[in-house]
């Protein structure tokens, strides 16, 4: 296991972090507490130090699990513990969800009770609410930071402009930046490719994907004849199960029969070899399954073989990317001068 800067900061953080949604059983699928604590031990075993959680998933037994291991583990400063707050943990309670400065306060002091710990290495918000000042969020997050409740803050499932704006005003009043950002990314999913990931290399905030295997289309389950497995949270009238997508996992399965490894591997490892700094949150409902993504460490993709699962699983940029990069359109913006100008700033993907 190698290490990343997380965004702009200095803190270490190892090359695949540990989804925890899987801890516990309460939503009808997911693992033991015994089998979650085989998971966390092979990840630890690995050399992981990243434990990505939230105080909704598995109504609050992922995070009771997650702190009991870290503290068996003794050793609680090695692990760089996250976990969110903004969603619902009390239905018909308006103040019981939200990004407010209610809700984070008396969530934030939940998840420490649950974790048995007097502080959060990094703290998501967990999803955009459109509701509350980008003021209020960003001031009560450094809040925190000052109370020193949470080290560094995150920000999951928002709208680039949101944390564009954010950030800026983050640095404009010395409060807490957010260094890192959380969507699902994968070679199912990659429209975050058209705002969210440039702004993210932009602002260098570090990207932790969810969903890297397309909620299993990755895997090889539904196309290596093993269509719709007793457990799988893909059913039959999912919208992601569609002709794109199948063709998408087929050359996916085609790659790691190249290289001789699984298709999970070679779907983590397109994420990984993405442009600036890329941790794919890495789950399972069992230890064997969480070795095997592990194993994708072992290889690394060729740039034939990145551009075959490009070409496969390509999608329009849409307006205005589509547009600023027709010929004619380039013209007029650079008088017919752009390869005559060497661009110190460009960044290479």
Known sequence: MKYKLLGKSGLRVSEICLGTMTFGEEWGWG????ESKKMFDAYAHA???????????????????????????????????????????????????????????????ASLERLGTDY????????????????EVMRGLDDLVRAGKVLYIGISDTPAWVVSRANMLAELRGWTPFVALQIEYSLIERSAERELLPMARELDL???????????????????????????????????????????AAAVDKVADEIGCSSSQVALNWLRAQ?????????ATNESQLKENLNCLNDELSKE???????????????????????HIQEIIY????????NHRARHS
Do not use: M
Not at 120 to 132: G, S
């Open 31 to 34: 693992a033991s507490k015994a």
């Open 47 to 109: 050399g992981g130090n990243f434990i990505d959680t939230a105080n909704l998933y598995t109504n609050g037994s992922s995070e009771k699990f997650v702190g009991e291991f870290i503290s068996s583990a003794s050793d609680r400063a090695h692990f760089v513990l996250a976990t969110k707050y903004s969603l619902a943990t009390r239905k018909g309670d308006p103040n019981a969800c939200g990004n407010h400065r209610k809700n984070l306060v008396q969530a934030i002091d």
């Open 120 to 135: 959060i290495d990094l703290y998501w918000l967990h999803a955009w609410d459109f509701l509350t000042p980008v003021e």
């Open 206 to 248: 570090a990207v932790t994907p969810w969903a890297p295997l397309g909620a299993g289309l990755l895997t090889g389950k539904y196309t290596r004849g093993n269509a719709f497995p007793n457990g799988t949270r893909l059913k039959e009238n999912s919208p992601k199960l569609n002709e794109r997508n199948l063709k998408i």
């Open 275 to 283: 442009a600036g700094v890329v941790v794919p949150i890495v789950g």
């Open 305 to 327: 073989q990145l551009t075959k699962l490009n070409q496969a699983a390509e999608i329009d940029l849409g307006f205005p990317h589509e547009f600023l990069q027709r010929p």
């Open 335 to 342: 008088g017919c001068t752009y390869e005559q100008i060497e």
